[in-house]
């Protein structure tokens, strides 16, 4: 992530594949020149730091985080660590086509997204499994809002903090109505750095836990939904154990689209839960 992010992944593979093919068959190389480069970027993205209009950014990112923020402890029969680890395991799943098409249905019906439904969801049961209800998510977004950056390689993810309430009383409807406003108003204010953030709030730092969450959801927006799973039911219901690995955050969930299904993977840090 010093100079590149997952996006930029697929771009250079279909760059190498266009040379290939332009190598092999002998035709056209059809590769658009690029308009801008990151230098480029970088030096705009500098620029914007002292405008009138990146200080209401970081205004809006700031109020969200007054007063005393929130831990999310989810129970468990370990003692956290004084110093935060890495380790990690990951389990995965996939939901079946009806449960899938379901959920998609319900965040087109109250005019949100699937990531919507999924945050609003996870906000829900860490609610019924703390008792809280003030919980902060971290979720990844892509800083690829113009067309000229499509096709840059470079390092553009920027990581939204998304704090949410669960209202005694709420039914989840509610709920999902107050995320997706939230998260609409994140949208809006996501060029804002989070490690700038971090910097403003001038957190005091607890080295056993992440700054400002320690769950991180996310929707990979590159879909694969031309994949066709041949999986029979039984298979779409059984949690698989991918082993042992490395995890940034207590919690990391990763949801991808495949085909009609929703793959869903959870990495843990067995040293906390």
């Not at 266009?18 to 990151?38: D, F, G, K, M, V």
């Not at 379901?102 to 999924?118: D, I, N, P, T």
């Not at 499509?150 to 553009?156: A, E, K, M, T």
């Not at 060029?191 to 971090?198: A, E, I, Q, T």
């Amino acid at each position: 992530h010093i100079i590149s992010d997952g996006w930029s992944i697929g771009v250079l593979a279909k760059d190498v594949l266009s040379y290939y093919e332009h190598y092999i068959s002998n035709t056209a190389l059809n590769l658009s020149p690029l308009r801008i480069q990151y230098k480029d970027y970088a030096a705009w993205q500098q620029g914007q730091l002292g405008s009138d209009v990146f200080k209401s950014h970081g205004d809006f990112w700031l109020s969200q985080f007054e007063g005393e923020l929130p831990l999310l402890d989810l129970p468990t029969n370990k003692q956290r660590p004084l110093v935060r680890t890495n380790s990690g395991r990951t389990l995965g799943t996939y939901l079946d086509s009806g449960l899938s098409s379901k959920l998609k249905a319900y965040a087109q019906s109250e005019g949100g997204s699937l990531f919507m439904v999924l945050l609003s969801s996870l906000t829900s049961i860490f609610h019924r499994y703390t008792g809280e209800f003030d919980f902060i998510i971290g979720s990844p977004t892509a800083g690829r809002d113009h067309s000229d950056l499509q096709d840059q390689i470079g390092f553009y993810v920027n990581t939204l903090a998304l704090r949410n309430e669960v209202k005694e009383g709420d039914s989840f409807t509610d709920l999902f109505s107050r995320v997706k406003n939230r998260t609409l108003e994140s949208y809006n204010h996501q060029m804002y750095p989070f490690d700038r953030l971090v910097e403003d709030l001038n957190l005091k730092r607890d080295t056993s836990r992440s700054a400002l969450f320690d769950v991180m959801l996310t929707l990979q927006n590159i879909t694969d939904n031309d994949v066709q799973l041949d999986l029979d039911e039984s298979q779409l219901n059984e949690i698989v154990d991918y082993g042992e690995g490395i995890t940034k955050f207590d919690l990391e969930l990763v949801v991808r689209e495949v085909g009609d299904c929703i793959s869903l993977g959870v990495s843990f840090n067995p040293d906390v839960y």
